[in-house]
């Protein structure tokens, strides 16, 4: 069965179908190619298509990459339990082993940086939770709020000093914030920068590599060669960061 709803000016229609007992949604658009992309937090199957393909040739699309599919959701649910080893070990809770929790990826890829304020590292998430896992606001607590804003306020006097020095420029202002799609985001009109509350749970590099990333925006506003050529200036090892920290969800 096919549901069908409204939606905005450029998708000609948004259908959801079933697939080889995969739900798929199905986004046409008048574009040329067909896009195939599971998303977190609970590995929906998201398919792009041009606005006049039929319907078998998308069932057709899908099938013949059902083992690629597969191992995306096997990827995505490893990399939340991940995720929650490391939060939970860092709050003191203890986790549920096999528990799959929240991520937030498009591709099967790991989460990458994003657009400019857009110019966060993440990428949108769907808004959808996964069946029987714990929801963000049980892992949200009061208490694990409070630690992670007082080990981000501990950490970033120092960093903020070291690296206004070398990259030369400073932010107008930083908030933290529980983030569902991305680990932080700045406004390079502004000099406003949002960092996500969980690298405060997170090792200190992480926070490091992101507070860089997002500084360096307040010098360029697009991830193209000149920022690249800047991050290799300031932080030569940012890709293996970058690498390491795309290996946990955000929650």
Same mark, same amino acid.
């Given at each position: ?66 083992? +690629?599919? /597969?191992?995306?959701? !096997?990827?995505?649910? %490893?990399?939340?339990?991940?995720? &929650? =080893?490391?939060?939970? $070990? ?72 070291? +690296?206004? /020095?070398?990259?030369? !420029?400073?932010?107008? %202002?930083?908030?933290?914030?529980? &983030? =569902?799609?991305?680990? $932080? ?67």
């Amino acid at each position: 069965m096919t549901y069908r709803r409204r939606t905005s000016r450029r998708v000609t229609s948004t259908d959801i179908i079933d697939i080889g007992g995969m739900t798929v949604t199905v986004i046409r658009k008048p574009i040329r190619n067909m896009y195939l992309r599971v998303q977190p937090p609970n590995g929906d199957i998201r398919v792009t298509a041009p606005t006049r393909i039929s319907t078998e040739a998308v069932e057709t699309f899908v099938s013949t990459r059902k083992t +690629w599919i /597969r191992a995306q959701q !096997r990827k995505i649910q %490893r990399m939340q339990r991940d995720t &929650m =080893r490391l939060v939970c $070990g860092a709050t003191g809770e203890e986790h549920p082993e096999g528990q799959s929790q929240h991520l937030n990826d498009q591709t099967g890829r790991q989460p990458s940086v994003g657009e400019q304020d857009s110019s966060g590292i993440g990428s949108r998430d769907t808004g959808n939770r996964n069946i029987g896992s714990r929801d963000s606001v049980t892992v949200w607590t009061a208490d694990v709020q409070r630690r992670a804003r007082q080990s981000l306020e501990w950490q970033l006097p120092a960093l903020l000093d070291h +690296w206004t /020095r070398v990259i030369g !420029r400073s932010p107008t %202002r930083i908030t933290f914030r529980i &983030m =569902r799609s991305r680990w $932080g985001s700045c406004t390079p009109a502004t000099g406003r920068i949002r960092l996500n509350l969980q690298l405060g749970l997170m090792e200190p590099r992480f926070l490091e590599y992101v507070l860089v990333h997002e500084m360096t925006h307040l010098w360029v506003g697009g991830h193209g060669p000149r920022f690249q050529q800047l991050m290799d200036r300031f932080l030569p090892d940012w890709r293996d960061l970058r690498r390491e920290l795309n290996r946990y969800a955000v929650l």
